[in-house]
């Protein structure tokens, strides 16, 4: 299993690159099953989710070839409706081919996602969603078996504000016989990328990025083209991490307003940032103030960048308070990142930081995606050596963050 060796120290300067978003990548590549043919996708990061959900479209008939960063899956009328345990275990996503493979043929058999290490993550708002379109459904060995001969528009009101909820539901919308209408949607950039995607295809989409989208259903849906969003997340975690290092650090290919929830924490904690139309610049400060954070979904802070945030602040000056209200088991990263020296008090949902400098190189185990970013970060500021165990998890989401993170001057190996 491969582990990250950082050697704490460096300062981190120079421009680097955003790669396009897994979480823009996963649905859209869900979204080829509503429309058979060749679908090209540029800007497609190269990570374990992506090939996860190669291998599951594969499994229903898919091909897909890469060709540097661009992806073309072609796609043929299903052979298979099934989405295997197997498949689905390794991405809790994966079960956003329920609504594109129920909407165009009428029915779906998709492993239930199970446990995850940072809560429950049911999908009771996937399948009550699914309902409402008129499915039926019922939960057997396992699998959700959904069959409707047609999906029919409806409203649907989400109890709580889920990505994945709405980006299913719009999916099985895009074929539905009339219009659905998707209240207290999520607002997240992903979705109106996906929405973008859809409409692309032929699909008749509208309020997407605002938290009600209407969807008048098509009869049918083409293959496009298309250039997948930058990601955000990582444009937040790099930028985390020139600030900590106490670098200049110019990160491309991102709209900034993307991340501003995020920039404008680390203005208030005194860090001076310059956005651009694409990039988004830190420049060098030696030391910050601590700034409380609540997660919440978009435009509000993303719980996806709540663990590099919370590396951040274990160096700052002064305590800040982190609440976590997506998710509740979020603070795994809590116990390593205090193995590294910080002074961290977790509660539930809410983690009391200390900030204090003089982290100290350590072995630390990753749990999780994010959970695994902080780690690396903190190690980028720890005096020695911190080895990151577990780093498939990093490899899930982050494409190339050593390569990316050594290109600015740190001193980042992966070990095999
Ligand atoms: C997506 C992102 C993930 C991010 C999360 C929140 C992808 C592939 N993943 O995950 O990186 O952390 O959004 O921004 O895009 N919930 C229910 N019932 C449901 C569905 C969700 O109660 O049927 C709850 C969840 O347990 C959680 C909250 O809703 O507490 C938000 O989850 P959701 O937005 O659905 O997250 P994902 O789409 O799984």
Redesign the pocket.
């Known amino acids: 299993m491969d582990k990250m060796v950082v050697q704490g120290g460096a300062q981190l300067n120079g421009l680097v690159k955003t790669s396009g978003a ?2 823009a990548a ?2 859209i590549l869900f979204a080829t099953l509503l429309a058979e043919g060749e679908h090209v996708f540029r800007n497609v990061p190269r990570l374990r ?1 992506i090939d996860s959900t190669v291998e599951l479209l594969a499994s229903l008939g898919c091909q897909s070839k890469w060709d540097l960063d661009t992806l073309r899956v072609r796609v043929k009328k299903a052979g298979s409706l099934e989405a295997h345990y197997d498949l689905v275990r390794k991405m ?2 994966s079960i956003l081919c329920l609504g594109p493979l129920l909407a165009k043929y009428g029915e779906a058999v998709v492993s239930m996602p199970g446990g995850c290490a ?11 969603g699914m309902r409402a379109l008129g499915a039926e459904i019922q939960l057997d060995e396992g699998y959700v078996k959904a069959k409707a001969p047609k999906l029919r528009g409806a409203t649907f009101v989400f ?7 709405t ?1 299913n539901l719009m999916m099985a919308a895009a074929l539905a016989e009339g219009t659905t209408i998707l209240e207290n949607a ?1 607002k ?1 950039p ?1 979705i109106v990328d996906l929405a973008n995607y859809l409409i692309a295809m032929g699909a008749r989409i509208k309020g997407h990025g605002t938290g009600v989208i209407t969807i008048e259903g098509v009869q049918t849906l083409r293959p496009a083209e298309y250039s997948i969003m930058s990601d955000r ?1 990582e444009a937040g975690t790099l930028l985390i991490a020139g600030a900590m290092t106490g670098g200049e650090v110019t990160v491309q290919r991102i709209k900034p307003a993307h991340i501003d929830a995020l920039v404008h924490k680390m203005r208030e904690a005194g860090f001076r940032i310059d956005e651009d139309s694409d990039s988004v610049t830190v420049h060098p400060t030696k030391s910050w103030k601590a700034v409380d954070v609540t997660t919440n ?2 435009p509000l802070f ?3 960048l709540q663990a590099q945030y919370m590396a951040m602040m274990s160096l700052a000056e002064g305590t800040s308070v982190i609440t976590e209200t ?3 088991n979020r603070f795994m990263h809590v116990q390593e990142l205090i193995r590294l020296g910080a002074d961290i008090t977790p509660k539930t949902r809410v983690a009391i930081v200390r900030g204090h400098r003089g982290l100290k190189g350590a072995p630390v185990m990753a749990t999780d ?1 994010r959970a695994s970013a902080s780690l690396v970060l903190a190690g980028l500021v720890a005096e020695g050596e911190t080895i990151v165990g577990r780093i498939y998890h990093l490899d899930r989401g982050y494409e190339n963050l050593e390569k990316k993170l050594s290109a600015l001057g740190a001193k980042v190996r992966r070990q095999e």
């Open positions: 897994k979480n996963l649905p989710d809790r996503a940072i809560g429950t993550r049911p999908i009771d708002l996937h399948l009550d109890e709580t504000c889920t990505v994945g909820g980006e999520a997240e992903e997340i979904p978009y993303p719980t996806d997506v998710f509740e995606l």
